[in-house]
């Protein structure tokens, strides 16, 4: 049997303005910097490229961790990798669920053979530290706590710090996702005493989606090395990939993505330049203008204000409008992707964001003119 050459020209994506939950615009900077010449990914070049990623983003994480480096995989392989190494069989693990990700959080404690002991909260609303309290409480001998620091599927920020404190007061160790977080919000780790952590490379840090960098405080490094039970992920076992992160002498684990830990290089250097807390502020600035503009349209914030995520801003569909055709017009007319609700939100919300180089005012006047036209017809 001969299959034929299928007749396929190059792939050209359309230009779209990425307003969604992720991914968000990437900066041209980020995408030449993509396209430069793909190197060996043992090259002592490449090396001292991944030195410089793991100090930058112990700057993005505010950490010291000498456990910082990016996964090669995108923020649910993040996810797992801190799951699979810190949690072993019959293992209690407190999980937090205000949303579609606190849910794949208790789902991971189950698959690893823990016992997840739920908390939950409405969804659009944040962790409530009052009920952790009550967790722990009843269940002083849970060995970790997971929270989602911003629920992307409601656009809720829950506060790390409290949260994190009542963990410790316990004796737990705290796994906190920041995947949408980062870079668009503080992000402490060492100040909130975060002991595991990871993010994505698609969200505020404006890269290419695929990476998830990860953090691990020496408390989490400690329990992992304990473990009885070996990792029953070979890809993820931290002490196999750890040969290739660091030391003097690294050894092949597996081919890292090279040109796309470029692009997550320069964005993380573009970071460093306009400076974490000017990010914050930027992002936090871009959200007042287009809540200014959301709610000149009448439309309604899910989240109430002291909870709200500048980087993602959730809003009601009006009464008698069709979601999915708004978001097709869009797209179709204007070329901007927002988000559409997930899990207990689906077909009720839309989900705008303000992530990394997509927060800029001309989003925002582009994206509110869109609206109008296509809501008010
Ligand atoms: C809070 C949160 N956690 C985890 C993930 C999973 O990341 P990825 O889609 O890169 O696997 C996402 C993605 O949207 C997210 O928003």
Redo the contacts with the bound molecule.
Sequence with gaps: MKIDSPRIASFQPPVRTLMG??PSDVPPRVLAAMARPTIGHLDPAFVGMMDELKSLLRYAFQTDNELTFPVS???????ETCFVNLVSPGDKVVVCIN???GQ?MAENVRRCGGVPVIVEDPWGAPVDPAKVEEAFAANPDAALFAF??????TGALSDAATLAAIARRYGALTIM????SLGGVPVLLDQWGIDAA?S????CLSST??L?PVSFSPAAVERIRARKSPCPSWFQDLGLVLGYWSGAKRTYHHTAPVNPLYGLHESLVMLAEEGLENAWQRHHNNHLRLRAGLEALGLKFVVREDARLPQLNTVWVPEGVDEAQVRSRLLNEFSIEIGAGLGALAGRVWRIGLMGHSSRPANIVLVLAALETVIRG
Excluded: L, N
């Design positions: 939950p992720g995989a995108p923020g649910s392989v993040g996810m949303g579609v990700f794949r989602v620091h911003a629920e992307t599927s996702d920041c995947v949408t990871y994505g490379s698609q969200k989606p695929g998830s």
